[in-house]
């Protein structure tokens, strides 16, 4: 069996799209994880209450549809962070970690809660729909989402470079996610830097919601669950400790599941988890620190 | 304002869990003053800066700046107040630039123009300036003290604490440290300097407190400083 001759440019390009979706929400993962030490869990369920509301609102026009999403999706991650990471901030990270479980959870139920209201589980999203379209470029369809995946992952990677090397709030995230209680020493408002890390993954989380949204349109309460956990397995093999390496690792793994869904034959698409998981324990026996980290980086102390 | 006292401890005590790491312990600072804290390891030396800081919170007691209460639990809010603390061990930011160590301090910054302040440091300290773009992590560990203090003065603090700042460096490192001391004490700034070296802070401050057991246990002046026997003593008792 020639392998190398079923990945041909169609599943690169799909491989290429799905690592860029990957690599926005492990960005969204990595700047929480920077300030707080915390593995957000219910990331996931940021993306899918956004994909929510634009089902919800699917008769209102799309850049109605696309705001409404960003605004839920926002101030719920401010809600999450005021509610719950912040009364924990001192506490272990088991006892964060679990806590998100208990929220991603719950998020999940209400969800349930909100959309059996009309008897059927599942909302279709279809005022964004049309995205969901292929043009043919040398003989490769593309999907117009592939397109705006691509281009938002591009211009939001390369915004969050000049924000976080150029401006005073990003030199001072950059601080905290190194030792925050030194920067609070220096006068760096703990609240603000991290409100302001907690927007930033919400917009991300809002992004996603939206491109998984057209790929994907009919909604459901683990809507993005799969890809939450397929996300955080990648944002480890990258190297949590530092954001450039947890994103590389969610582009990784994205393009490694694209590119083996389309070299496994359609019968056999059941074994991908299995395939992604075995690669995944390969790298981590091969590099514990992570694929891209230098060295084995130590934990650095909370708040 | 009685007196002019810019920094007041009164009474305080603080604990680690059951055990009381300060007590009953009141100090102040003078305006423009350079007071010294000596004592042994464990005296309380430096739980006394993290319970300035607000780092620790005092079970008894307060602590006043120019007059007013300041409160436990934001170190934010006390560096933003105006006092700035050089931390044991110097705690800078290895990955950053010097500049973007210095671009820190600026957070606990009241007003004014930003870039002055960096120029001032630089010009207090030379070899910043001409490694103001390097890696501060490849600074020696002299450079990188001098460093922690650059980035806490511009934030123009009327408080400077410094824990231990000669630890760990060669003998003619620790004069580059005293002399940037004097300097700052040129400009007013109020100074609190924790220390192993006694008979040179003995010497070099105001005053200095010796701690014990976290109690105060005397306080010394310049005068006492070559008179060994009550050095000795201060220590042991």
């Known amino acids: 069996m020639n392998v190398l001759a079923v990945v041909d440019a169609q599943t690169l390009v799909d491989a290429v799209g799905l690592g860029a979706v990957y690599a926005l929400m492990a960005v969204g993962i990595g700047l929480v994880f920077g300030v707080l030490r915390l593995v957000n869990f219910a990331y996931g369920q940021l993306v899918m209450a956004g994909a929510y509301t634009l089902a919800f609102t699917s008769t209102w026009p799309v850049a109605g549809s696309i705001a409404a999403c960003f605004a839920v999706v926002i101030a719920l991650s401010l809600l999450m962070e005021r509610a719950v990471f912040r009364p924990l901030r001192t506490s272990s990270p088991a006892v964060m970690l679990v806590t998100t479980f208990a929220v991603a959870f719950l998020l999940q139920s209400v969800a349930l809660i909100v959309d059996v209201r009309d008897d059927t589980i599942g909302e279709p999203a279809s005022s964004v729909a049309p995205l969901n379209q292929a043009i043919s470029l040398a003989g490769v369809d593309v999907r117009k989402v592939t397109l705006v995946a691509v281009g938002v992952a591009i211009v939001a990677l390369g915004l969050l470079a000049l924000l976080l090397g150029r401006t005073t709030i990003g030199l001072q995230m950059r601080a905290a996610a190194a030792d925050f209680r030194t920067a609070r020493l220096l006068g760096v408002r703990a609240d603000r830097v991290i409100a302001f890390a907690v927007v930033l993954s919400g917009i991300l989380a809002a992004a996603v919601a939206v491109i998984l949204t057209v790929q994907n349109p009919l909604v459901s309460p683990d809507f993005a669950l799969k890809d939450t956990i397929v996300v955080l397995v990648g944002v480890v093999v990258g190297g949590i400790d530092r954001l450039w390496t947890a994103t590389l690792g969610g582009f990784a793994i994205g393009f490694a599941t694209g590119v083996i869904n389309g070299a496994l034959p359609t019968e056999q698409t059941v074994f991908l988890p299995s395939a992604v998981f075995a690669l995944v324990i390969l790298v981590l026996i091969l590099r514990p620190a992570g694929l891209f980290a230098r060295g084995r980086g130590a934990l650095v102390e909370r708040v | ?237």
């Open chain 2, 1 to 237: 304002m009685s007196d002019a006292r810019i920094l007041e401890l009164d009474g305080v005590e603080v604990r680690h869990g059951s055990v009381a790491a300060v007590r009953d312990l009141d100090l102040h600072l003078l305006e423009g003053e350079i007071v010294g804290l000596i004592g042994p390891n464990g005296a309380g030396k430096s739980t006394t800066l993290h319970a300035i800081m607000g780092v620790l919170a005092p079970r008894a007691g307060e602590i006043r700046l120019k007059g007013r209460p300041l409160r436990a639990g934001r170190p934010e809010d006390v560096a933003r107040a105006g006092i700035a603390l050089v931390p044991e061990g110097r705690r800078i930011f290895g990955d950053l630039s010097v500049e973007e160590n210095l671009r820190l301090g600026l957070a606990a910054r009241r007003g004014g123009d930003g870039g002055s302040a960096l120029d001032a440091v630089y010009e207090l300290f030379p070899i910043l300036a001409a490694s103001r773009g390097r890696q501060a992590g490849a600074l020696s560990g002299g450079q990188q003290q001098q460093l922690a203090i650059g980035r806490a003065l511009v934030a123009s603090p009327d408080v400077l604490l410094l824990d231990e700042p000669s630890l760990g460096l060669a003998p003619t490192v620790v004069d580059v440290v005293f002399a940037a001391l004097a300097a700052i004490r040129e400009r007013g700034v109020s100074v609190l300097l924790v220390e192993q070296r006694a008979q040179r802070t003995v010497a070099f401050a105001d005053r200095t407190y010796v701690l014990g057991n976290g109690e105060l246990r005397m306080i010394l002046t310049p005068a006492d400083a070559d008179d060994t026997e009550r050095m000795i003593a201060a220590y042991l008792s």
